[in-house]
């Protein structure tokens, strides 16, 4: 009996090809509907992007590079701070000050890679969770530049859509929205492109092996360090947009661990070391515990929260995403192509029925497999953060 | 010389319901390898099972226990249903599932017993007028209590781990679980007392704690203390239990000097500070104070 499923797509094919721009053809259409949504809805479909991006930032450390971070909040609340500061107190186009956040929360990102060079596993996620406790503090001590406990307001004039976009100022939410999308897509190709590099390879060998990584040759600490830099970036990024939308910050209301913990609910729910799980889970951590606010007033709202956390771990410990990459590898399967000798003739296609079943834990029975999405690679999916065994860990 | 032992004797109070909450942590950390995010939650739901029992007009004492063995049950049955599931997958699934127990028991605290702030009575007499002079200094009774209870836990716990035979099988199972498990040890058995231990002792932590403040037991009430606490556990070293109770006293003396006596800092940035210090400890000696060095087989 030979059955025809899985259907084999030869990567950088045609059908390969034609599939990746159907595939963002359709989320680009999604985006364009979504942006036609009442200005209620608008607005909580831009903190969920925001979050999606912070998330994919994120992602960058502790997805693909093994480094948990529970201070990503700091790094959010950096570039809305920065932001905050230079349009409300020297007047500059809200659009710029991208720049310069992304640059300081680059700089602090290193900083704090810096431990990570000494200090691994749970120990770094408790430094990191350092930085995370002392954002709020550190604004709250300076009020003069911060506003402090009372908070900082932009004025709503200085965050206008541009005269060129010619939105209104009552459709404003739509000018917000695209940013938010913008920063989205651009994140996303960006994280894409660089985890499926060899800058990419560096960190995932870094997350599985470090010991073996150096051997191989990657820069541990240059590795770490600058992958902790651009996930900060990223992340302050979309603090920047943040602010821009919200145009008032409050570091005890916005930029608490609180955050820090949804940014990182909402990767594990997406799907870590994943390209589309953080959008996923952005939207995932800020749209469940607003339905379920409507169940019982609110008050079992944590509650199913929780249950629901737990459950997912159990049902899907690789996130949605990965889930539907699992599901769908039944009857789409891509086939991996080294991506440097293109002159190489293409290899004869598998079996349709694999010899060795791919299930998770298996070993990709070819180096080639190293170079695939990491979708298509299960033991890529593995996010051990430390060692397991209690010989090395204590 | 007053004020100072004034803030002397809080520090030690403080410190001590840190040292407390970091040796359960330490405990966790030997049996599973990681923090037990949901330990303070843990401790607060057991401290609103017993001062719902208090304003039933149950002797504290009794709620105590009460408290303490439902501590034991709620930290035993998470480690076999929730985490030893999980536990193989990865670091980050099992932090997941914690922060979910987090979110559940803190749910649950709110729906059960109400979201209101309230006073809880104390085991020991804390009248205005119940201390003892010390150079002037008001020493509590209440003060005293906690640092001999506490006292008497760690001493408890140490005599436990050091002296018995049950202890030789936690720490071997600590060691290298496989190794432990050829030897005969029951490692499931020995790990799920490992939990339900330290989910006791921060159920006592939680009950000591919550009486010196009036108006204290909130929603909000541990998660500060599990901050602290885990600083001090990584401050220790994360496999030591003198470590992290050293630590633990440490850093709840420090957090009551340092406003008081370095202006700058200000009433808003002790935790800030506090980690600061920790960070740099921990560069010079990343398995803390007291912890084991790792070594890394290849």
Same mark, same amino acid.
């Given at each position: ?47 969920? !992007? ?78 990191? !969770? ?265 | ?298």
């Amino acid at each position: 009996m030979t059955s025809t499923l899985p259907v084999l797509i030869r990567e950088r094919s045609a059908a390969h090809r034609g599939l990746q721009i159907g595939g963002i053809a359709v989320l680009t259409g999604l985006a364009v509907y979504a942006s036609t949504l009442n200005q209620f809805r608008l607005g909580q479909l831009t903190i969920a !992007l925001l979050y999606a991006t912070a998330i994919a930032g994120l992602n960058l450390a502790t997805g693909y590079t093994g480094q948990l971070s529970i201070g990503h909040s700091a790094f959010f609340g950096l570039g809305a701070y920065t932001t905050g500061i230079l349009v409300a107190s020297h007047n500059w186009n809200p659009l710029l000050t991208l720049i310069p956040a992304a640059v300081l929360c680059f700089a602090v990102g290193l900083v704090v890679g810096l431990p990570s060079l000494r200090i691994r596993g749970i120990n770094l996620a408790l430094v990191t !969770l350092a930085l995370g406790v002392a954002f709020p503090e550190l604004i709250d001590r300076f009020p003069g530049l911060t506003g402090g406990q009372i908070g900082l307001n932009i004025s709503i004039f200085q965050l206008l859509p541009p005269h060129w976009t010619g939105i209104s100022i009552a459709d404003r939410g739509v000018y917000y929205y695209w940013l938010a999308a913008f920063l989205l897509g651009i994140v996303l190709v960006l994280c894409a492109t660089l985890t499926r590099s060899r800058a990419g390879l560096a960190m995932k060998a870094t997350r599985d092996r470090e010991v073996a990584a150096a051997a191989m040759g990657v820069n541990l600490a240059w590795t770490k360090m600058a992958v902790f830099g651009l996930s900060g970036a990223i992340t302050g990024l979309a603090g920047c947009i943040f602010a821009i939308y919200l145009g008032s910050l409050s570091a005890d209301a916005s930029f608490t661990l609180t955050l820090s913990i949804v940014l990182i609910t909402g990767l594990v729910i997406g799907g870590v070391a994943t390209t589309l799980g953080p959008v996923i889970g952005g939207l995932a951590v800020y749209f469940v515990p607003y339905w379920t606010q409507n169940i019982r007033q609110g008050e079992a709202s944590e509650l199913i929260f929780g249950v629901i956390l737990i459950a997912l771990m159990f049902v899907m410990p690789e996130g949605l995403v990965g889930l539907i990459t699992r599901l769908s590898r039944r009857i789409l399967r891509i086939d991996p192509q080294p991506p440097d000798r293109p002159d190489r003739p293409a290899r004869p296609a598998r079996p349709a029925r694999p010899a060795r079943p791919t299930r998770p834990g298996s070993r990709p029975d070819d180096i080639d497999a190293a170079h695939a999405d990491e979708g298509a690679k299960p033991d890529s999916r593995k996010t051990r953060l430390s060692s397991p065994d209690p010989g090395t860990a204590g | 010389m007053q004020i100072f032992l004034d803030r002397l004797f809080d520090g030690i109070s403080n410190g001590a319901i840190y040292a407390a909450l970091a040796l359960a942590l330490v405990m966790v950390y030997r049996a599973t390898g990681t923090i037990n995010f949901a330990q303070g939650e843990m401790a607060l739901f057991t401290t609103y099972l017993a001062w719902g029992l208090t304003t039933k007009h149950i002797p504290v004492a009794v709620c105590l226990l009460a408290a303490t063995a439902a501590g034991f049950v709620l930290g035993a049955a998470s480690e076999r249903f929730l985490v030893r599931p999980i536990e193989k997958r990865s670091l980050l699934a099992t932090l997941i599932v914690l922060l979910g127990l987090f979110s559940v028991l803190n749910a649950s605290d709110g729906l059960i017993w109400g979201k209101g702030n309230q006073s809880m009575a104390s085991l020991f007499p804390n009248k205005l007028s119940s201390y003892v002079s010390v150079f002037g200094a008001r020493l509590y009774w209440a003060n005293i209590g906690v640092w001999l209870l506490v006292a008497a836990v760690v001493a408890g716990m140490f005599a436990v781990f050091n002296g018995t035979r049950l202890g030789l099988h936690m720490r071997a199972t600590a060691n290298n679980r496989e190794s432990a498990a050829l030897t005969g040890i029951p490692v499931g058995r020995i790990l799920m007392l490992g939990w339900g231990i330290s989910a006791a002792i921060g159920a006592i932590a939680g009950v000591l704690f919550t009486p010196l403040t009036p108006d204290s037991l909130g929603l909000g009430e541990m998660f500060p203390l599990l901050i602290y606490a885990s600083a001090a556990a990584l401050f220790g070293g994360l496999d030591s239990p003198g470590g992290a109770v050293i630590a633990g006293l440490i850093i709840g003396i420090i957090e009551v000097m340092l406003p008081a006596y370095v202006p700058v800092i200000g009433g808003q940035l002790q935790e800030a500070i506090a980690f600061a210090a920790i960070v740099l400890v921990l560069l010079l000696r990343p398995q803390g104070l007291f912890g084991t060095r790792e070594v890394e087989r290849v």
